[in-house]
């Protein structure tokens, strides 16, 4: 996975302003949540994967993965009003 291509499901970050709102995006979130993003949305890792390598259950990761989604969708938000507050 690249800057130019990543997938996962409906995620499609295909270009470089794309791949630098998802790190605006990150901002605020901690190692955990970000590991969870990176090896589910850029590596396509299923839960029980990433619960391995993190040392946690997998219905826990299942209820990161929803809070984070809260967040990042709140985030998103809230960028996208101060990115168009000006139009």
Do not use: P
Request: proline share 0%; glycine share 6%.
């Amino acid at each position: 996975c690249n800057a130019l291509a990543c997938r996962h499901g409906n995620l499609a970050i295909d270009t470089v302003d794309q791949r630098d709102l998802l790190e605006r995006l990150q901002r605020g979130l901690g190692l955990r949540e970000r590991t969870i993003i990176r090896m589910v949305w850029l590596e396509g890792r299923a839960y029980h994967e990433v619960a391995d390598v993190l040392g946690l259950k997998e219905s826990r990761i299942s209820q990161m993965h929803s809070d984070i989604m809260v967040f990042l969708h709140e985030k998103a938000v809230f960028l996208y009003h101060a990115d168009h507050e000006s139009d």
